[in-house]
């Protein structure tokens, strides 16, 4: 009986195919290796309110090609020319991208007690590693040139990844107080919670009287659903606070609320299909 030639054929395709089946993988991961290349960093959209004259500073966050591509290496806000930013390019990676930080400094001397119109920033002019300078949206950015006045001493302070934390503060002489809020409270709407308890009542009605000694905590909870278009959306919003002291002087106060922003791995790649903009 004559062999069966059957296997010795099926060796002779085995070669060519696992070749051709190697081949189209490499071109599939080269194809969606550049389908995932960035034209030019994405900067997200920031909603602040920044105190000058508090050397409060700023921090503008942006996606670009971990690897190969346009690179922010510099960022000016005209209307804020006392305002010197450092770039951190690589403060987090992922497979392909990288998220990048603009820290912006105020020089020594822009601390002075100026009195300023307040202004609303919505463009930073960014400088690439390649091609010219080009202005791009950076969310609204409300500058107030108020000096911070209180009677309140901070007593602790807390936050988690999750998204809450807590404020204690105490009251260092006898106050009334008449109204609490929060600033950018009509874009938050429900991504933000924020619950008030002072003298041991964890919901106190106002006007709520407290005397020297007393502590107030506020409670808060950012709720950002993860493919919510506020997801990658940058905030800096403070609590406010509107009291009386005992010579009646009215005093409108204001304590900062950690924001703690973690994008994942699924949630860059959204952002890059998207192009930078989800609806």
Known sequence: ???????????????????????????????????????????????????????????????????????????????????????????????????????????????????????????????YSKGPPE??????????????????ETSSASGSTDGGGQYSVKVTQPITLEQVDYSLNDRLGATFELTMQGRGDPGPQLPLRLSAGDLLTFNYRWIVPDDSPAAYEVYRTRILMTYKTADGSTIHDRLPVDFNQHLSEKQIKRLVRAGGELP
């Not at 346009?70 to 000016?76: D, E, N, P, S, T």
């Not at 000096?147 to 309140?152: C, D, N």
């Open 135 to 152: 202005k791009v949206p950076i969310g609204e950015i409300h500058v107030v040139w108020d000096q911070r006045e209180g009677v309140l």
């Open 1 to 127: 009986m004559l062999p069966n030639p059957k296997p010795k054929n099926n060796r002779k395709w085995l070669w060519p195919a696992l070749t051709l089946l190697i081949a189209a993988s490499w071109v599939g991961n080269l194809w969606y290796y550049e389908a995932m290349q960035l034209e030019k960093p994405i900067f997200l959209k920031h909603y602040m309110v920044l105190y000058p004259n508090e050397s409060d500073w700023v921090e503008l966050t942006y996606v670009e090609n971990k690897s190969r591509g346009k690179k922010v290496i510099a960022l000016q806000i005209e209307e804020l020319p006392d305002l010197l930013f450092r770039i951190d390019r690589h403060r987090k990676r992922y497979t392909h991208h990288a998220l990048g930080t603009a820290y912006g400094e105020w020089r020594s001397e822009a601390g002075a007690q100026v009195e300023k119109a307040p202004i609303i920033v919505k463009e930073a002019t960014v400088f």
